[in-house]
C-alpha cells in the first residue's frame, strides 16, 4: 500500500488556521485506487 498527500488548502479559521489535504490510497498491482479522501485538519496555536 501506498499514500500520496499534498497541501490542497489552506484557510484562516477564528483563532486558528484548516488545512485541507487530498489525498489518494493505492494498492501494489491494483488499476484503481482503493482511497481518495480530504482529510481536514484544524490548528490552534496557544
Known amino acids: 500500500m501506498r ?7 489552506v484557510e484562516e479559521v477564528t483563532g486558528g488556521l484548516q ?8 494498492r501494489e498491482g491494483g488499476d484503481k485506487p482503493v482511497c481518495i479522501a480530504e482529510p481536514v485538519y484544524r490548528y490552534y496555536g496557544g
Open 19 to 26: 488545512l485541507t489535504l487530498a489525498a489518494v490510497i493505492e
Open 3 to 9: 499514500l500520496t498527500a499534498s497541501l490542497k488548502s
